[in-house]
């Protein structure tokens, strides 16, 4: 049977070293989350499987949802993306494609373009960079995780939602050690476990949530209230 401060995914229990909650929602009391100032950014990251899972996650978000909000999905470079028109639809919170030297802003959620990484910079303004890919993708979840935990650090929170691959393993680590929050997706509500799983190897995974259980964390974390 897995503990309060592990997850059990069909191998043998991840054991994570701050405050874990399992698929039935049981948190170990015990420990506190890093970060000392109340989050105010939020970037996540999905590949396979993706655009339900981050429907999902900001649809349950509400209109005055006190953070920006910033995401790399795994895109096709050679079409349009629809990414920002669907999300919008599906969710309260406004969403826009990022725009280079967009601000952003609580409430807000800027969707990384196709064949562009997302930045985030100090002055809280996003950039789009064309620069080498990174575990074979642009966008990347690694570029935008780095770049958040150097510029707001443990002001951040990094999801890591449904995808193959290991993009994120990187920049979940830089995350943590800038003292900001990490969550990634359960197996059991994961389409595809590649992302999540690699990012919670990587011993800097805080919290691995079964999908609808992401929102209400997210929330009860910016607002600053405990868990």
Known sequence: MCSARSICCGVAPFHLSARTVNVDHEVAPERSLPGTRRPDLVVMAASAGGLAALSAVLGALPADFPAAVLVVQHLDPHYKSLMGDILGRRTALKVAMATEGAAVAPGEVMVATPD?????????????????????????????????????????????????????????????????????QDRATSQFFGMPGRAIETGAVDLILPLDGIAPVLETLVRGERL
């Open 116 to 184: 562009r990484h997302l930045l985030v910079q100090a002055n809280g303004r996003v950039s789009l960079s064309a620069a080498d890919q990174v575990h074979f993708v642009r966008p990347a979840a690694d570029m935008l995780f780095s770049s958040a935990a150097a510029s707001f650090g443990d002001r951040v929170i990094a999801v890591v939602l449904t995808g193959t691959g290991s993009d994120g393993d990187m920049g979940v680590q830089a995350v943590k050690k800038a003292g900001g929050t990490v969550i990634a």
